[in-house]
């Protein structure tokens, strides 16, 4: 996005006074001042008017490949945040789309518009979250139907909804779940007697977690990934 229209929508100002701004020297983008309206600005860019950063316009959807040892919550007083590793102004006011335990790994996304954060979370719009599991026992073929049946789970006054399961060895497995009771994975393989030794997040609906990511890093979502979420 050209520099001055940027500032206009971040700021609020006309592009005219945005101009003006650039003119007195009041505009730096990274560490040099910038006069040319035009410059081309991207989402790695620093925007400061008269010292202050300028945020980008609009909303902010982010993946982040959430690496061990740090929850999916705005605070906490133990473990780091995914929010922590985000390193854009006012991060900590961020969405995160669903939780991951604190051992679980992967893809988590991050925005600051709630509405498709409900999108992705609410069991209504189905959204499917994919996880790699491994096991600590064998997983018997009988799970695939228990798991497509759903499962009543302790203290849970209903069957888990269709989850679809795909043993892709003796201790591992796909499934796919459209909602996120809590510890659900865990609690689904508990009630078929086995226990659940790693657990990452693959996939949300149709968006994959980018394997240049690695543990800790977080990428800006293309138009076409925030679009796929329905
Ligand atoms: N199910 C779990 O048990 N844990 C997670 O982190 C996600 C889904």
């Given at each position: 996005m050209r520099l001055d229209k940027y500032l206009a929508k971040s700021s609020g100002f006309s592009r005219k006074e945005v101009r003006r701004f650039m003119k007195s020297g009041e505009v730096m983008v990274n560490d040099a001042e910038v006069m040319d309206p035009a410059l081309h600005i991207t989402e790695e860019d620093e925007v400061y008017l008269s010292g202050y950063p300028v945020e980008a316009p609009g909303d902010k959807y982010l993946m982040l490949n959430k690496p061990l040892g740090?929850?999916?919550?705005?605070?906490?007083?133990t473990h780091p945040t995914v929010l922590s590793f985000i390193d854009l102004p006012?991060?900590?006011?961020l969405t995160i789309c669903g939780r991951l335990d604190v051992d679980t790994t992967g893809l988590v996304l991050i925005t600051s518009n709630g509405k498709w954060a409900h999108r992705v979370t609410?069991?209504?719009?189905?959204t499917g979250k994919l996880y790699q599991v491994t096991t600590a026992d064998p997983i018997p073929e009988d799970a695939v139907e228990k798991f497509n049946k759903g499962l009543m789970l302790i203290n849970d006054k209903e069957r888990t909804k269709p989850a679809q399961l795909t043993i892709t060895s003796s201790h591992e497995a796909e499934v796919i779940l459209t909602e996120g009771r809590y510890h659900q994975v865990k609690r689904m393989f508990a009630a078929i007697g086995n226990k659940v030794v790693e657990l990452h997040r693959q996939r949300i609906g149709n968006i994959e977690l980018d394997?240049?990511?690695?543990?800790g890093e977080y990428r800006f979502l293309t138009d076409e990934e925030i679009n796929s979420i329905k």
């Open positions: 740090c929850v999916c919550s705005n605070e906490d007083g006012r991060a900590n006011e609410s069991p209504k719009h189905k394997e240049e990511l690695e543990p």
